[in-house]
């Protein structure tokens, strides 16, 4: 599987801020997310970040406030601006590994822990 | 109906016992299956893939009924270090969008 890292590892901002995340993977890889886990739920997907061209979002998140990019097939970054205590949560950035008969699957970095004040 | 639906739990069992997690999906055009597991303030990780004939890995046997659109994990002779929170995770044909459910909690106890 691919090495993910993410940084920062966590962070405490003041509202109206704004917070850059890093995603760096050990190889290339087609296809990038940006998840984001809020306390005691499960993970919801932001966007997939495309190479070379716009970030695709999901409904609910826009790029205004959540703006994407992924310059190469390793790296990608996503910003969280103007900060409000809602978007305290943790940030999670997965490759998509296609496993043949198994199905594509991801891989998830270990996380960014947002805490907004 | 949400898409993903699991018991969240929790389950606490001693430890050496069988425990079983169940999971309903509700759209019928899923094509992949996975269990992940996800640690206290950590990432989800891939437990096992979940094929139409079922699977089994170790102490951990996965089943899918693609009828009653229903996936299931039993974890047999459990260990402390089983405790975690479990994910039932579906994907739809031609997509490598992931639809998590909520997680069922497992805590096993001395």
């Known amino acids: 599987s691919a090495v993910i890292s993410q940084k920062p590892s966590r962070d405490i901002c003041q509202r109206g801020t704004s917070l850059t995340i890093q995603c760096q993977v050990d190889?290339?890889?087609?296809?990038m997310f940006w998840y984001r886990q809020q306390p005691g739920q499960s993970l919801t997907l932001i966007a997939t970040?495309?190479?070379?061209?716009?970030?695709?979002?999901e409904s609910g998140f826009v790029i205004d406030k959540f703006p994407i990019s992924r310059p190469n097939l390793t790296f990608s970054t996503l910003t969280v601006s103007n900060m409000s205590p809602e978007d305290s949560s943790i940030y999670l950035c997965s490759v998509g590994v296609v496993k043949g008969g198994d199905g594509d699957t991801q891989y998830f970095g270990p996380g960014t822990r947002l805490t907004v004040l | 109906r949400k898409e993903v639906e699991q018991d969240p739990g929790p389950f606490n069992v001693p430890e050496g016992a069988t425990v079983a997690f169940n999971c309903t999906y509700s759209?019928?055009?899923?094509?992949?299956f996975f269990w992940y597991r996800q640690d206290c303030r950590k990432e989800p990780k891939l437990l096992m893939s979940v094929y139409s004939s079922g699977n089994e890995d170790g102490r951990f046997t996965a089943q899918l009924n693609r009828a009653s659109q229903y996936i299931s994990l039993l974890i047999r002779d459990s260990k402390l270090s089983d405790s975690a929170t479990y994910l039932c995770v579906v994907n739809n044909a031609g997509s490598y969008q992931l639809t998590f459910g909520k997680g069922t909690k497992l805590s096993v106890i001395p």
């Open positions: 759209n019928s055009a899923s094509q992949s």
């Open positions: 190889s290339q890889v087609t296809m």
């Open positions: 970040a495309n190479q070379g061209s716009e970030a695709t979002y």
